[in-house]
């Protein structure tokens, strides 16, 4: 785990990322992605050029339209001479997503715009993956010169929470037939939420879910920040200029007082966490005698012998002991 | 970590537990939740009367009608002697979901059965916790005698993957509003469905959504089941019937093969898994050594003068010795 010099093929790459190569930095974030052993070292590389990339989260249920929002949202970013970088955070797997929703046909205008970076990150299968990475590719595309980072993720779950977690401001977009406002709450947006957005607001029913919001916000004492209700007809771009002056106003209202300054360091601790949790449970189950223990203890709870908690013990206190064997011979190496 | 002696009120809840109190089983539910250190104890002693209940989970967007499904099948398990389990997974805060939506308002008919057990678990605040906590939960409903055990999750992420990952029977259910076919399959769905449920089957686009949805199954070879897509109306009833039955063939079809016993060993191995990790990050945070050394590294990012990567690196190594030292004192205990 100490760093180590770069190979030649990375560092490589750093230099054509460190000179604007798109195509380099596609490829950093994919080896990032992918949780390539040099991961750490290239994301400790790129560090010192992290800045201030405003990072914004749009969550909301299947079909809301959160992409045309976020592509209508990049355009006048664009305009207004930002270099915008947008990670859709995909549950997608492969077949599906390669088969019938490429990105090309996802993102409309801005797809072939030089200054936008877009890149889909697909979450299946691994634990606690998904909001480590997403943080890990936004610091690539911040590092890359990237001065607004809006993330998109489908749905209405734990991964939301995380994601909200990571970003400085969280936008939830719903839509008149995606349920009430009572559902909403019940969702626990109210407390994600920065900015909600009732988009496809020519619908039936739009005024309706305004009103429900409001009076779902107006449950609640808000002593700061109080999250407002835009409505934006995405397609057509109506209110989307309004949805981005909200952003820049939390932006100023968040920079004027410390709480950028916590919000940021509790981004960074759940962060620092996860990093260690998930390389103590690579190391964990790359270790064969730890797989072959798995394995036979498996098998004796499938013929009544054991059960997952007795094996969940067994294995922790091997797991202890392959952890620290293979820090002392990492340490020594 | 090895097996103590549970104190006395434990062992008295175990005792009304085995004599069938639904009370003792909140409270140890409650136990469990709230991850004490008895849970594995008391986990591990109901492990021989976990028995086999079949075990499904439902999800899909907000506003899709999952609960009202949930209440007739239910209703309708009870109806043909069943003993159902409900776990309602939700990310509602206790303010929103005290204030707006109590357990008692949502569950319509089914709340005052006693034959019914129903039981909602918030999510918020621990990472992996949700799945793992979920099928906790579904263990000691088990071993209570539910023979049945209904999750209902908000939503389509990550946490949805869990859990479909621990269910037997997967079943999603959209809405005609809650997008097209399309957005289905860029959610991920098409994964983890083993049965399409289009409720609110009498709105406009039901039929086209049905339709959709076969198309995009046809996209796919299903050497083994294909996912039925069903109507259904929950709200009055309608289709519910049909619905139980496609369980009922989901359940046969999976024991007659060997793919239960496949299934059963995935989700065994995937929870085995958690339940390791989560102790380890329980006893490395616990540990103050860790926490000072993460708050100074925190500080230290703050100031710039170093990086999470750094700082995730230094903790790893300081973990490795926190766990093994942690290791030996409760070995020589």
């Known amino acids: 785990m100490r760093s180590h010099p770069l190979d030649d093929s990375?560092?490589?790459l750093l230099r054509q990322f460190g000179e604007g190569s798109k195509r380099a930095a596609a490829r950093l974030i994919?080896?990032?992605e992918d949780g390539v052993p040099e991961a750490l070292d290239i994301l400790e590389r790129l560090y010192p050029q992290v800045g201030d990339a405003w990072r914004v989260g749009i969550t909301g249920p299947p079909g809301a339209g959160k992409s045309t929002l976020v592509d209508k949202v990049t355009e006048q970013l664009v305009a207004a001479g930002e270099r915008p970088g947008l990670i859709a955070v995909d549950?997608?797997?492969p077949f599906t997503g390669g088969a019938l929703l490429g990105d090309r046909v996802r993102l409309g205008a801005v797809a072939n715009d030089g200054r936008v970076f877009f890149r889909s990150l697909a979450t299946r299968g691994s634990l606690g993956g998904l909001s480590l990475h997403t943080a890990e590719v936004a610091d690539v595309l911040d590092a890359f010169g990237?001065?607004?980072i809006l993330f998109e993720t489908v749905g209405v779950g734990q991964s939301e929470l995380d994601v909200a977690e990571k970003a400085h401001t969280t936008v939830v977009v719903l839509v008149p037939e995606s349920g009430d406002g009572i559902?909403?709450?019940?969702?626990g947006l109210m407390e994600i939420a920065d900015l909600f957005v009732v988009n496809k607001s020519d619908r039936n029913g739009a005024d309706k879910l305004e009103e429900e919001i409001r009076l779902a916000l107006d449950f609640k004492e808000?002593?700061?920040w109080r999250p407002p209700v835009l409505m934006t007809e995405a397609r057509t771009g109506r209110g989307v200029e309004e949805v981005l002056q909200a952003l820049r106003q939390h932006r100023s209202w968040l920079e004027e007082r410390d709480l950028l300054r916590q919000k940021r360091r509790r981004a960074m601790e759940s962060r620092v966490r996860d990093l260690v949790l998930d390389r103590l449970s690579h190391s964990l189950w790359q270790d064969t005698g730890m797989r072959?223990?798995?394995d036979a203890g498996l098998e004796a709870i499938e013929r009544g012998q054991a059960s997952p908690y007795g094996l969940a013990r067994k294995l922790l206190r091997h797991g202890r002991m392959t952890l620290q064997r293979n820090h002392e011979s990492e340490e020594s190496a």
């Open 10 to 12: 990375v560092g490589a």
């Open 183 to 187: 559902q909403a709450m019940k969702a």
């Open 30 to 32: 994919s080896l990032v």
């Open 91 to 93: 549950p997608t797997s």
């Open 146 to 148: 990237c001065s607004w």
């Open 222 to 224: 808000w002593p700061g």
């Open 292 to 294: 072959a223990q798995l």
